[in-house]
Structure formats: structure tokens, C-alpha cells
Nanobody, 126 residues
Framework: QVQLVESGGGLVQAGGSLRLSCAASGRTFSSYTMAWFRQAPGKEREFVAAIKWSDGFTVYADSVKGRFTISRDNAKNTVYLQMNSLAPEDTAIYYC???????????????????WGQGTQVTVAS
């Protein structure tokens, strides 16, 4: 059974940085797509970034490109989201997700991911 456990959220001032972690267990993830989504109050869950575990290929939402970096540590079975230059509009619950398949534009769809973590709150104060 796949388990995803996020950590690293918190309160930060605008312009600051945070690093989120997602510890994955229960499967061999070498063929998986791992992603971060976020959901702000009153809004739909939205795609943030994804990484193809096998070769490290990454994709980002336009809103975070150049500020956020997704990466993975094979030895620790952990995916990270380094968030720099944070702004109040980045405030949300951040979720880690896993999909056994990689496909064009599939990685952006909430419904493509069968496995989700519990989420971690990120609050950016102005």
C-alpha cells in the first residue's frame, strides 16, 4: 500500500523560503510520477510541479516557474519541493501525489493521481 507523508510546512514572511518533503513508501517508485498540488481556501486543487522518478524530468505550473524546484532522493524515497521568493498567494495546503504512469499533460490532472498525502499547510504573511 502506497503511503505519502508530507512535512515542512509552516508560516513564513513574504520573500522567504520553505522546503517541503514527501516520504514515499509501500512500492518501488522508479516508474512513478510524483507531484505537488496545492489548494487555497475556497479554490480548487491546482497543479504545482511534477517529476518523473525514473529520469528526473520536471514540469512546473507557470505561477511557480523559476521560484520552486521539485527534486527526488532515490536513496530516501523522498520528493522535495524547494519554495523560494514566497508570496501571500502561495498560501495553501500542499499535497504530495503519486501516479504509476507518466503521460503528456496527465501529470497536471488531479484525477490522474490515485495516491495522496494528508497535506501540509503553508502560510505566507505579507
Amino acid at each position: 500500500q502506497v503511503q505519502l507523508v508530507e512535512s515542512g510546512g509552516g508560516l513564513v514572511q513574504a520573500g522567504g523560503s520553505l522546503r517541503l518533503s514527501c516520504a514515499a513508501s509501500g512500492r518501488t517508485f522508479s516508474s512513478y510520477t510524483m507531484a505537488w498540488f496545492r489548494q487555497a481556501p475556497g479554490k480548487e486543487r491546482e497543479f504545482v510541479a511534477a517529476i518523473k522518478w525514473s529520469d528526473g524530468f520536471t514540469v512546473y505550473a507557470d505561477s511557480v516557474k523559476g521560484r520552486f524546484t521539485i527534486s527526488r532522493d532515490n536513496a530516501k524515497n523522498t520528493v522535495y519541493l524547494q519554495m523560494n521568493s514566497l508570496a501571500p498567494e502561495d498560501t495553501a495546503i500542499y499535497y504530495c501525489a503519486a501516479d504509476p504512469i507518466w503521460g503528456d499533460y496527465r501529470f497536471m490532472r488531479v484525477t490522474a493521481y490515485p495516491y495522496w498525502g494528508q497535506g501540509t499547510q503553508v502560510t505566507v504573511a505579507s
